[in-house]
């Protein structure tokens, strides 16, 4: 039988709930772009406290575009705490993306200092963060603030490759956001690369 959005709603706040339960303040953390060849690295925090949940989050790869745009003002709307940060190719080039991605999470929680705090983490762990973090394989999926995260993170971060398409448009950055799938692998063997290419990911290709 098919999930009610109620019953999904309770079974992505599960962690959250125990945690409210015990007077925690929880925020989640995701991170989107660390596979592209082009674009920054971008992280969001968020935090939506229990009486203004949004129904629909999920994993924002669960998702299609347009469910996530929907979702996306509604969330900002409702969060107590939001934040996102970026981390561009050239900082990438020269950290490398597990750094970057480790930098730009602590920038966008670094104002999360709510107290009894605690920010659940899609994967990486060891941050430094304004209070306890919690890391989660698979978070997005088992977390509805990590999920949230996502989809704010996943929005953000796509808005920017597509107004980076209007500026590059033989990439196809609007369709396949820096990734690299064909069309975009053969663009850089026709063109080369654009300043937004991460020099480190593409000289295979080039």
Known sequence: MRETKE???ERLTQLESALWANG????????????PLAGPVVTACVAIPREKLVYGVDDSKKLTEKRREAL???LIEAADYWKVAFVDHEQIDQMNILAATRK????CAAGFTAENGVILVDAVQN?????????LVHGDALSYMIGAASIVAKVTRDRYMIELDRQYPMYGFA???GY????HIAA???????PEHRRTFIKNFI
């Open 72 to 74: 996306y003002p509604l």
């Open 188 to 194: 850089l063997k026709k063109y080369g690369p654009c």
């Open 24 to 35: 925690r303040a929880v925020a989640g953390m995701d991170e989107v772009g660390r596979g």
């Open 175 to 177: 369709r396949n956001k």
């Open 7 to 9: 019953e999904k709603l």
């Open 180 to 183: 690299g799938t064909a069309e």
């Open 127 to 135: 941050l430094k963060l304004p209070c306890e973090e919690r890391a």
């Open 104 to 107: 730009a999470m602590e920038e």
